[in-house]
């Protein structure tokens, strides 16, 4: 029978080794966080196209209720005195409360994802220095 030699591994391939695994590592925590930073940023370019339609079909609903509100006979919608003007009034101030309100939660969320952004490429830049730190503990 015969016998399997064991191979050793020196101390040189051992630091080989460990610095392409650590390189290894170093680049997918890289692609990883870069991924997860763009998945974020189109979230958010989705949330706030979302957000512009329904406020575009909002307003369009609106301007069409107010068209139907003027073209009604004063005999038959007297319920507003035939004066679409008060009614029009309270349309146009919701619908600059709720932009104010979308614009403010726009702005809210921008910030939020570009502070997670600038943390997110913090903790990266001092993980890898760390990596680093780490790999030129091995130089010869």
């Known amino acids: 029978m015969a ?4 191979k050793e591994i020196g101390g040189g391939e051992f630091v080989d080794l460990f610095k392409g695994l650590t390189e290894l590592t170093k680049e997918n ?3 990883g966080l ?8 189109a979230d958010l370019n989705l949330l ?3 957000v512009e339609q329904w406020f575009a079909w909002h307003e369009s609903y609106n301007r069409f209720m107010k068209d139907l509100a003027e073209r ?11 004066n679409s003007k008060h009614l029009n009034e309270q ?3 919701f619908l600059i409360l709720q932009k104010d309100y979308i614009d403010s939660a726009r702005k809210v969320s921008e910030k939020l994802t570009r502070d997670v952004i600038s943390f997110t490429q913090k903790s990266m830049e ?10 030129n ?3 010869d």
Do not use: M, V
């Not at 870069?34 to 998945?39: A, K, P, T």
């Open 3 to 6: 016998q399997l030699k064991k």
């Open 29 to 31: 925590y890289q692609i």
């Open 34 to 41: 870069e991924f997860s930073i763009s998945i974020l940023e």
């Open 48 to 50: 706030n196209t979302q």
């Open 72 to 82: 009604f006979p004063n005999e038959i919608a007297n319920f507003w005195n035939g």
């Open 91 to 93: 349309t146009e101030r």
């Open 126 to 135: 001092r993980n890898i220095s760390i990596f680093n730190y780490y790999l």
């Open 137 to 139: 503990l091995f130089k």
